[in-house]
């Protein structure tokens, strides 16, 4: 009878120590990233049946679990992944707005400056200073409008090495969630609780969604399956690569299908397949509208006798806005001149170039710079936004998972008090025990 | 909801990287004085920004090409004030010679009546800014002599002038419309030079009956000029007008453009004080939630 509850004092012994620990464990990793943290499981052991009915035997360490919440893991990796695609493509859309560098630095102070200097002509066509004036205007709008172009092709190319990285990373990822898989698979056949490993499973996960905005669904086995648009790329312990096609922004999978990401990957390929393009074409158009409107007023104004002006701008189509370049190098060949005689004071088709300024040209302009800025800010506070939800859906997250250290230092205390009954227990136990070997017996001796 | 210690020091570094950012922001508005640093700030603004600095330069232009053209109207109209003047005398000689039968002051009559010509000639040919003032588009003399007569060496270019939006003044006049008509055929002068070549021949000739018959058409010629003193002195006060206009304009275009792009001082400075403050707040939250647990209440 008495050995039963040496050995119930010293399961609570050995609880009292897990748990101690546990907390100890808890405290040590408080500042791991996406460490969870763990609580011991204990139970009642098994009663022994007493003559007096059954009699409890002490306590049993069931298991260390971790206190993760599936619900909450759910709302913030899909949180998570809105917010990857935001803010990759808010940061882009605002790269491509610096790129443009209006209204200090734009094409809009280029082009107000060439309609004034057309008009200057106008006032003085007979004076070579004032026609090198013109062209001046005119080589430095078309170099603005080169290196606009220039530096978004710069951004495309730049986002188009971004994603392929981002695919490349991402496929690393489902290798490793894949192998990670199969060791938690593993350390479940030998009977433990893999707590570390799905920890380090989880953080994949996490940033899984992040990139590419990955649906996660778990298995009975202990395994995840993960998919992207339905299709899947991690099942069990194997990883099926995605591959990125430069040639058609298309993500595919190897069943052949092109699909559709979520995450910094899907802002990644939105830039690419609309914004960049939307900018490219745009600019393209405004150029080529520019130059047809010049070329077509400068032909009809006269060089010399008779003679009409010659095309001011030249393009190659398809690339307007990269090839834009001025055709004119000698002043003499501005034809300032509206009558046929091209009498030297005439300024007049100067005049009809100046009067450009009035029509479609400014306004086109000004529109394409203003639509991207309502993109821009459109998007940016949409990310800000679900920033903000991310933040939330994080915050109340980390609370459930993360380490208290308030409670950690309760939960050593009641282990350590519950160690130092348990000891005292024993040393009762053992007293009486004494008592009863030593001293029983020993009657008138 | 279960709070830890990383929850708070998460959101209270989120927190405190927001403060920064609008802190950040009240600065550089401050530093630059400009509410709108990018387009994207506010479209909406910013397009009006855009439309008024493109308003803004073309008002600068057209003060440019108003000055132009103060500049040719003053220079001509003085001009042709000097060939009136001219004129007048040219008439008084007439009456006087017309009355006098002195050949002796016929002769010096008839000479003083050929320097007007050639001062008229020489008023006609002048320049301005190096381009001459009376010849329409074309290059060169307005008055030269071709065979005996006088002929009109420009062409009927109208020299306009944009002073505002939708004003366009034309500033110049022609020698053939102050000075001539001059003769289609060579035997048909009716130009104010060859009126005045007529006159000295017939002072030199004592020819008095033709002097009396020119006294007329003088009176037209300077009639000739008067009217395109006139319309000089109508466009004059159309530039004049439109200037006074372009310069209120210029005004309202910048205080309009202030109100739209740049930052208001006053409430810039309350924000910056404001950021500043809450910045310092969030400081002084985020070194408390690093403080105190139990671990500093257990023995």
Known sequence: MVSVSLHTALSGIRAARVGMDTAAHNVANANTPGFTRQRVDLSTSYPYLSPN????????????????????DARLRSDMGQNGKLDVRADLLARAEAVLGEP????????????????ELALRPEDTATRRQVLSALESLTARVRSVAGGLEILEKDTINSLDLAVKEVNALFEQAADLNGRILEARGTGGAPNDLLDARDRVLDDLSRRIGATVTLEDSGSVRISVSGLAVVSGTRATPLAFDVDTNEIRHPAGVAVTPGGEVAGLQTSLTEDLPGLRDGLDAFVDDLVTQLNATHASGYVSENVNGGPLLGVTAGAEALTLQVLITDPGQLAAAEGPSAAPHDGDNATKLADLRTGTLDGRLRSFVTEHAANVEATGRAARAQQQLTAAAGTARDGMHGVSLDEEMVQMLSYQRALEASSRMMTAVDQALDVLINRMGLVGR | MRITQGTMVNSQLSRLQNRLERFERAQSQLGTGK?????????????????????QRARVQEARNGADASSWLALADSKLEGATTRLHRA??????????????????????????????????????????????F???????????????????????RRVSEHDVVKVNVTAADAFGPFA??????????????TIAAALRNGDQATLTGKLAELDVAMERIGDQQSILGA?????????????????????????????????????????????????????????????????
């Open chain 1, 53 to 72: 009915g059954p009699m409890g035997t002490g306590v049993t360490v069931d298991d260390i679990t971790r206190m993760r919440d599936s619900f909450l």
């Open chain 1, 104 to 119: 200090e630095n734009g094409l809009t102070g280029e082009l107000t400056e060439l309609w004034a200097s057309f008009e």
């Open chain 2, 35 to 55: 509410a709108i640093l990018k387009p994207s700030d506010d479209p909406a603004a910013a397009n009006r920004g855009l439309l008024l600095r493109a308003s």
């Open chain 2, 91 to 136: 008439r008084d000689l007439t009456v006087s010679g017309a009355s006098n039968q002195d050949p002796g002051s016929q002769r010096a009559m008839a000479t003083e009546i050929e320097a007007i010509r050639d001062e008229l000639i020489g008023i006609a040919n002048s320049q301005h800014a190096g381009r001459p003032l009376f010849t329409g």
């Open chain 2, 138 to 160: 074309a290059e060169g003399k307005a008055v030269v002599p071709d065979g005996g007569v006088w002929r009109y060496g420009g062409d009927d270019g109208v020299i306009n």
């Open chain 2, 184 to 197: 289609v055929a060579p035997d048909d002068p009716t130009d104010v030079f060859s009126l005045l070549d």
């Open chain 2, 235 to 299: 466009a004059t006060n159309r530039v004049e007008a439109a200037m006074a206009r372009n310069a209120d304009e210029q005004l309202s275009i910048r205080s309009e453009l202030a109100v739209t792009e740049d930052v208001d001082i006053a409430g810039a400075v309350m924000e910056l004080q404001t950021q500043e403050v809450a910045y310092q707040a969030t400081l002084a939250a985020l070194s408390r939630v690093l403080q105190p647990s139990l671990v500093d209440f257990l023995r």
